[in-house]
């Protein structure tokens, strides 16, 4: 088939390469010229592992073009997946006017090609609140008018950033939200190859296959808030949430997944799809009130964690503290990106951690290992970016885990406390036992578990 990926992002550039890799011919249309350019000199612009050379092999075979040309990208395409962005302000408005943008491209496209041409599926492959694909379309309708034939349908992705290839390769399970079941036999040849492993793909109307993706979501977002809630009465009551988690988490009904503590989710998809929720209970008068505690704990759990590093350091948050105790402290960061194995920072809990050790009057020095760049750009002169774990925590007076990268794992915790001034670790993420980081005498902070007091430590 020939198909076109608007937008050549996390999700346009990974579902564009695993396309063409099953043979389809696939343009991939971006409105930003750098990230062209970079793709066309076979340079990945994000960080994804296995992306790069499957990325470099189907160009190579003439199965994928790169293009900021809107007509060469419309006009051949059986299949228009459109995979731009979906901010969301921090009420939950969905911002639509990329999407937007895009159908009213397709629909020059269309009415240029004029009334003869095959019927062009239009495919939302974008997370958009649920009645937004069908909007499209008639936005589409308006502009063309009743004579041009066209088809729409939503295809939610549920891939991981981080196991993008894996997850779309090998899906659990493949949702298409369809008007005619001509529409659902194309999406069969299409996903065909990629759900031999017998799991399924599951046809259903366009409004149900939008809100499989908030719920989804949602609910992951919901396991997480759970377990930060958890883990903080923990804390409060002397038990030990690693310990707790193991128990529960044998019985078969609950399961491991999405159930460690830690700072609370962040990326791109979590804290907007919550949102998302939120404004369509108000929009119709359903409040979301799991959704709302959900994001809360969420942001919450943030806060807590900064607290611990500002009591920590003898100072005091919220109403009438402020920046006495992290004054003049330089404070290690390891990991920037909101999780393991992306460049990506959107939401991350790092930032927001960073920003706020800054704006108490401490410095911040933070190593990530493949989202220095982007860190980089993000924060500007706030914060120092290292390209080595270790020079990050010379002098430090601190260091705080945010993301749970590997390397971050066995550190060298001699050479770790020889190159630090201080000696306390804030370990957002809980990558270390108590008893090792007695051992190794550091004052340690995690989540949900008892605070490790080095005897020589300030209190
Ligand atoms: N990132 C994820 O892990 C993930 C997973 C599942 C679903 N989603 C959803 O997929 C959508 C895209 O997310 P993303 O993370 O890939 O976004 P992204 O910001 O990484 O990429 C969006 C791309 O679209 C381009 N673009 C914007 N307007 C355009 C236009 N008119 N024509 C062509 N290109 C245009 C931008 O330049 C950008 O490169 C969102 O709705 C998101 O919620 C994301």
Same mark, same amino acid.
């Given at each position: 088939?020939?198909?076109?990926?608007?937008g050549?992002?996390?999700?346009?550039?990974?579902?564009?390469?695993?396309?063409?890799?099953?043979?389809?011919d696939?343009?991939c249309?971006?409105?930003?010229?750098r990230?062209?350019?970079?793709?066309r000199?076979?340079?990945c612009?994000?960080?994804?592992?296995?992306?790069?050379?499957?990325?470099i092999?189907?160009?190579?075979?003439?199965?994928?073009?790169?293009?900021l040309?809107?007509k060469e990208?419309y006009?051949?395409a059986?299949?228009?997946?459109?995979?731009v962005?979906?901010p969301?302000d921090e009420r939950?408005?969905?911002?639509?006017?990329?999407?937007?943008?895009?159908?009213?491209?397709?629909?020059?496209?269309?009415k240029?090609?004029?009334?003869?041409q095959?019927p062009?599926?239009i495919v939302?492959?974008?997370?958009?609140?649920?009645?937004?694909?069908? &909007?499209? @379309?008639?936005?589409i309708?308006?502009k =063309?008018g009743p004579a041009? %034939?066209?088809?729409v349908? *939503?295809? +939610?992705?549920?891939?991981?950033?981080g196991?993008?290839?894996?997850d779309?390769?090998?899906?659990?399970?493949?949702v298409?939200?369809?008007?005619d079941?001509?529409?659902?036999? &194309?999406? @069969?040849?299409?996903?065909d190859?990629? =759900?031999?492993n017998?799991? %399924?793909?599951?046809?259903? *109307?366009? +409004?149900?296959a939008e809100?499989?993706?908030?719920?989804?979501?949602?609910?992951?977002a919901?396991?997480?808030?759970?377990?930060?809630e958890?883990?903080?009465?923990c804390?409060?009551?002397?038990?030990?949430?690693q310990?707790?988690?193991?128990?529960?988490?044998?019985d078969?009904?609950?399961?491991n997944?999405?159930?460690?503590?830690?700072?609370?989710?962040?990326?791109?998809?979590?804290?907007?799809?919550?949102?998302?929720?939120?404004?369509?209970?108000?929009?119709?008068?359903i409040?979301?009130?799991?959704?709302?505690?959900?994001h809360?704990?969420?942001?919450?759990?943030?806060?807590?964690f900064?607290?611990k590093?500002?009591?920590?350091?003898?100072?005091?948050?919220?109403?009438?503290?402020?920046?006495?105790?992290?004054?003049?402290?330089?404070?290690a960061?390891?990991?920037?990106?909101?999780?393991?194995?992306t460049?990506?920072?959107?939401?991350?809990?790092?930032l927001?951690?960073m920003?706020?050790?800054?704006?108490?009057?401490?410095?911040?020095?933070?190593?990530?290992?493949?989202?220095?760049?982007n860190?980089?750009?993000?924060?500007?002169?706030?914060?120092t970016?290292?390209d080595d774990?270790?020079?990050?925590?010379?002098?430090?007076?601190?260091?705080?885990?945010?993301?749970?990268?590997?390397?971050?794992?066995?550190?060298?915790f001699?050479?770790?406390?020889?190159?630090?001034?201080?000696?306390?670790?804030?370990?957002g993420?809980?990558l270390?036992?108590?008893?090792?980081?007695?051992?190794a005498?550091?004052?340690?902070?995690?989540?949900?578990?008892?605070v490790?007091?080095?005897?020589?430590?300030?209190?």
């Amino acid at each position: 088939m020939k198909l076109t990926m608007v937008g050549t992002g996390y999700v346009g550039l990974v579902t564009g390469v695993c396309f063409s890799q099953t043979g389809n011919d696939v343009m991939c249309l971006d409105v930003d010229p750098r990230k062209i350019e970079k793709l066309r000199q076979g340079i990945c612009p994000i960080y994804e592992p296995g992306l790069t050379e499957m990325m470099i092999a189907n160009n190579k075979a003439g199965r994928l073009r790169y293009t900021l040309d809107k007509k060469e990208a419309y006009r051949d395409a059986d299949m228009i997946f459109i995979c731009v962005g979906t901010p969301s302000d921090e009420r939950g408005h969905t911002d639509l006017k990329y999407i937007n943008a895009a159908a009213d491209d397709i629909a020059d496209m269309l009415k240029d090609l004029g009334p003869s041409q095959k019927p062009k599926v239009i495919v939302m492959k974008s997370t958009v609140p649920v009645g937004t694909t069908l &909007s499209v @379309r008639d936005r589409i309708r308006a502009k =063309v008018g009743p004579a041009i %034939p066209f088809k729409v349908a *939503d295809n +939610p992705e549920f891939l991981k950033e981080g196991a993008a290839i894996e997850d779309f390769m090998k899906p659990d399970r493949v949702v298409v939200g369809i008007e005619d079941e001509s529409v659902g036999e &194309s999406f @069969r040849q299409l996903y065909d190859p990629f =759900v031999r492993n017998g799991h %399924p793909i599951y046809l259903m *109307d366009v +409004p149900s296959a939008e809100m499989v993706k908030y719920c989804a979501n949602n609910f992951l977002a919901t396991k997480i808030s759970f377990i930060n809630e958890m883990a903080n009465l923990c804390e409060a009551y002397g038990a030990d949430i690693q310990k707790v988690r193991e128990g529960m988490c044998s019985d078969k009904r609950i399961g491991n997944a999405f159930l460690y503590p830690g700072l609370g989710y962040g990326g791109s998809c979590f804290p907007k799809d919550t949102l998302a929720c939120i404004m369509m209970g108000d929009k119709c008068g359903i409040e979301a009130k799991l959704s709302k505690s959900v994001h809360e704990v969420n942001q919450r759990q943030r806060d807590r964690f900064f607290d611990k590093i500002v009591a920590h350091f003898g100072g005091k948050t919220g109403i009438g503290g402020g920046p006495a105790g992290l004054q003049g402290k330089k404070i290690a960061f390891w990991g920037i990106a909101f999780k393991p194995k992306t460049d990506d920072i959107r939401e991350a809990p790092a930032l927001t951690l960073m920003r706020k050790a800054v704006s108490y009057g401490a410095t911040a020095f933070g190593y990530d290992p493949v989202a220095g760049a982007n860190a980089r750009e993000e924060l500007g002169p706030a914060a120092t970016i290292v390209d080595d774990m270790y020079d990050a925590v010379k002098d430090a007076d601190a260091l705080v885990i945010s993301t749970d990268w590997d390397e971050f794992k066995s550190p060298d915790f001699a050479k770790l406390k020889k190159l630090m001034k201080g000696d306390v670790v804030f370990d957002g993420r809980n990558l270390y036992r108590l008893g090792q980081m007695k051992d190794a005498g550091f004052t340690y902070y995690s989540v949900g578990r008892a605070v490790v007091r080095h005897e020589s430590a300030h209190s």
